[in-house]
Nanobody
């Protein structure tokens, strides 16, 4: 069982930035593919970005060139740097870890509004 704890969400104005963090409770963090997903009210959960154990990254088209996913295996943490935020980025953001099983965090709210 892997516990994931997200942090860093909040209220930000359009054009602003936030950095989300997700800390994992596992000694084998480096083997997991880590991902960030989001779910806006009334919408399905969607994948935002992912990073493999070899640090290969993948992004949704809607966030390319604005968001950056990274990982620090020494700290068992994955990050999501979000720049040039738009109101449509408003959602609950969830961290995911997957190897043989999939684990989810509780989510952190990101609200982009003036």
């Amino acid at each position: 069982q892997v516990q994931l704890v997200e942090s860093g969400g909040g209220l930000v104005q359009p054009g602003g930035s936030l950095r989300l963090s997700c800390a994992a409770s596992t000694n084998i963090f480096s083997i997991y593919t880590m991902g960030w997903y989001r779910q806006a009210p009334g919408k399905q959960r969607e994948k935002v970005a992912s990073i493999t154990s070899r640090s290969t990254t993948n992004y949704a088209d809607s966030v390319k060139d604005r968001f950056t996913i990274s990982r620090d295996n020494a700290k068992n943490t994955v990050y999501l740097q979000m720049n040039s935020l738009k109101p449509e980025d408003t959602a609950v953001y969830y961290c995911n870890a997957i190897f043989s099983s999939s684990f989810w965090g509780q989510g952190t709210q990101v609200t982009v509004s003036s």
